[in-house]
């Protein structure tokens, strides 16, 4: 991704992020998405960031003190939610070294422009033992297809988003100094019919439609 379309795909989250924010509530699939990530059963780690925290939702509800995230309005949202917000990319990230016991990051890895840097920037700011949380929607489960054909379709939301394998996030994964320690599956229901709540799985799975894992920071 180009430095110009990260621009404009936090104009996007800017111009609209009353109605980005609005599809949390009441919402099923957060509801299955937030299981899933409680499966990992995160130690409450603390100090705690979130990169890409928009309206704060996830940052509220998994105790994270900080947030980051390029678009502005949504950072007014989070800190509504008693998150501590700051206007920045995950690329270079505003803080110390070894700075936070946990970093999570969902749903933003497919909108940043250098993934890459993003996780040696997230391993930089991590103490030594300290976990990042990764949830993502896998590019060839049926939501991320579904996904696919919506930025095909230029919907503003997902214009300039890639979307990545598991295979793939695993393989940036470990090349950039993090162990997998814990994962979690779930959302198998297909796309336009998520009627009841799921259980997680305890594996990586391209059939499902959002995946959580716990890494750890690996000693270099």
């Not at 947030?67 to 206007?87: M, S, T």
């Not at 497919?110 to 997230?122: A, I, W, Y």
Request: one cysteine or more; aromatic letters at 12%.
């Amino acid at each position: 991704m180009n430095r110009n379309n990260w621009r404009k795909s936090a104009a996007v989250f800017h111009d609209r992020a009353a109605e980005y924010d609005s599809w949390f509530e009441d919402s099923l699939l957060f509801d299955i998405e937030v299981a899933a990530i409680q499966a990992l059963e995160i130690p409450e780690l603390r100090p705690a960031l979130e990169i890409g925290v928009g309206p704060g939702r996830f940052a509220s509800t998994f105790s994270s003190d900080f947030g980051i995230d390029p678009a502005n309005a949504p950072l007014h949202l989070a800190a509504a939610r008693n998150i501590k917000v700051c206007q920045a990319v995950g690329e270079a990230l505003p803080f110390a070294t070894e700075s936070f016991q946990r970093i999570s990051i969902f749903f933003t890895l497919c909108f940043v422009q250098d993934p890459s840097m993003v996780l040696q920037e997230c391993y930089r700011v991590l103490k030594t033992g300290g976990n990042l949380i990764l949830g993502f929607v896998p590019a060839n489960s049926p939501w991320g297809k579904a996904l696919l054909k919506k930025k095909e379709a230029g919907h503003p939301f997902y214009e300039h988003a890639r979307f990545f394998s598991t295979e793939a996030c695993e393989t940036l994964i470990l090349n950039n100094g993090f162990t997998i320690i814990n994962t979690s599956s779930s959302l198998y229901q297909k796309p336009g019919n998520v009627y009841s709540m799921e259980t997680p799985r305890a594996k990586r799975d391209n059939n499902a439609g959002f995946t959580a894992l716990t890494l750890q920071k690996e000693t270099r």
